[in-house]
């Protein structure tokens, strides 16, 4: 039987706007200016960069990837303690795919009584015809869904084209091949037993759950004494205890894990709520109410078994908690993009040698400094050096200084292109006579003369005094 309902629904427009999500935003475009990417969401591996509309992160700024991480892990918390595995049921990629899969596959083969007598009959054209389209549609499928991973690494209309004319990198190849092997496999072999013996969730969430959470559930005050529609009349008319539940087996059929949800809550229910609409199919069809199986709580159960009015706390301890974290990360995270520093500096001082002693008597330490400039332009800096005594001087390698700057020998001028890094040599040398002790603590300043954003790094100059 081919399950109708508004789970049903919501399945499936979950699964057209994931799917469409996924497979169609590698070719968004996003205008960032010259020489940089147009392609709205773009992990660029040359650039060592990621690129989400307007969001631009760089490598050191991979907290943003772990505050993402944390509040993924958190809403998973939050959606389980409000409906279960409700993740499971309707977002999980595992869940998706499979619909997708079994969509094709009964389309072409019918619902499950005519795949179960396809099976069973003798190989024929009729059958290799209906096998050899299903499973040519499950590859494609599969490898446009290893095509669209690989779109986010790369261009994704210059990635289609070179992959369409042999062109592109074996690695484009190999990892496609991968994915449309994995996808396949997953979702159109191994299916629920993914979500059975495979997937940790299940295990974890049982220890996060509680009495209040939504979960399927079939209402035995309700269901029981179960029996065949007939047998349930005749009961009826005797005075006898009837339930509603007819022993129709639908719930059973429409299971995507195969699982009888009126032998209570068990490991493999993914929660999607199939059973409920095949329930209330047939309850319409009987004339009797619906919502025999529903979101529902283990409290609840006691409560109506007691005759008790049933009682949903969706807002507790645990949801606000699993919100409040939630809202936290991403105000930090918002507050750390809106205060997001454009310029960078980092500095590494030389170990052999620590010091370098002159023909003067003076010393000499060595720094090779990284400059960042984030800004879609070039951008002129200020270099300099504070904390050293009187008299020092500082250069770096291949810039040599100005007219304006000469008069002071701690600082210069230099630049750094659009979207980029520059690594520099700098050297910084000591005053002549001048007793220095073994580790003097100093810094050196970078400011971006047109935006006036300051960076300052500290470190030492060493010297061999005590």
């Not at 494609?140 to 042999?166: E, K, R, S």
């Not at 720094?367 to 270099?383: A, D, G, M, P, V």
């Amino acid at each position: 039987m081919e399950v109708k309902g508004r789970f049903r629904k919501i399945k499936w427009a979950i699964l057209f706007v994931t799917l469409g999500i996924y497979y169609f935003t590698p070719f968004l475009r996003w205008d960032r200016g010259p020489l940089l990417p147009d392609q709205a969401v773009l992990i660029d591996f040359e650039r060592k960069r990621g690129y989400f509309f307007f969001l631009e992160i760089w490598p050191q700024e991979v907290y943003y990837l772990t505050g993402l991480l944390i509040i993924a892990s958190v809403a998973l918390f939050l959606m389980n303690a409000i409906a279960g595995r409700l993740w499971c049921g309707y977002l999980c990629p595992q869940t998706v795919w499979t619909d997708l899969f079994l969509r094709v596959e009964s389309l072409i083969e019918g619902d499950r009584r005519k795949r179960i007598a396809l099976d069973k009959q003798p190989w024929s054209a009729e059958k290799i015809l209906k096998k050899g389209t299903k499973h040519f549609l499950w590859l494609m499928i599969a490898w446009w869904t290893g095509g669209a991973w690989v779109l986010y690494f790369a261009d994704a209309p210059t990635l289609v084209h070179d992959l369409a004319t042999g062109q592109a990198a074996l690695s484009a190849y190999v990892w496609i091949g991968i994915l449309t092997f994995t996808t396949y496999s997953l979702a159109g072999h191994m299916r629920e037993q993914i979500c059975v013996y495979m997937c940790p969730w299940p295990r974890i969430q049982a220890a996060l759950t509680d009495e209040h959470a939504l979960n399927v559930t079939y209402r035995y005050d309700r269901g029981e004494p179960r029996g065949h529609l007939k047998e349930s009349l005749k009961r009826e008319e005797e005075g006898l205890p009837a339930g509603d539940c007819i022993d129709c087996n639908q719930c059973l059929y429409a299971c995507p894990t195969g699982v009888d949800i009126r032998k209570g809550a068990q490991l493999d229910c993914i929660q999607c709520g199939l059973c409920i609409d095949a329930c209330d199919s047939i309850m319409d069809k009987v004339g009797k109410p619906t919502g025999l199986i529903a979101y529902d709580t283990d409290l609840n159960i006691e409560r109506r078994e007691k005759g008790e009015t049933p009682v949903y706390r969706l807002i507790r301890p645990r949801t606000v908690l699993y919100t409040l974290i939630i809202a936290m990360i991403a105000g930090v995270m918002l507050y750390m993009q809106l205060n997001r520093s454009m310029t960078g500096l980092s500095v590494v001082h030389d170990r052999n040698p620590l010091y370098v002693q002159q023909s003067d008597g003076s010393f000499r330490n060595g720094y090779s400094l990284r400059l960042l400039n984030k800004h879609n332009n070039e951008q002129s800096f200020t270099l300099s050096v504070e904390g050293m005594p009187a008299g020092t001087t500082f250069e770096v390698v291949g810039i040599h200084r100005n007219d304006e700057a000469i008069t002071n020998k701690t600082q210069l001028s230099l630049s750094v292109d659009a979207d980029t890094t520059r690594s520099v040599r700098a050297l910084v040398f000591s005053p002549t006579g001048v007793d220095l002790p073994n580790s003097r603590a100093m810094s050196f300043k970078l400011v971006d003369t047109e935006t006036g954003e300051t960076t300052v790094i500290h470190d030492f100059f060493r010297a061999p005094g005590e």
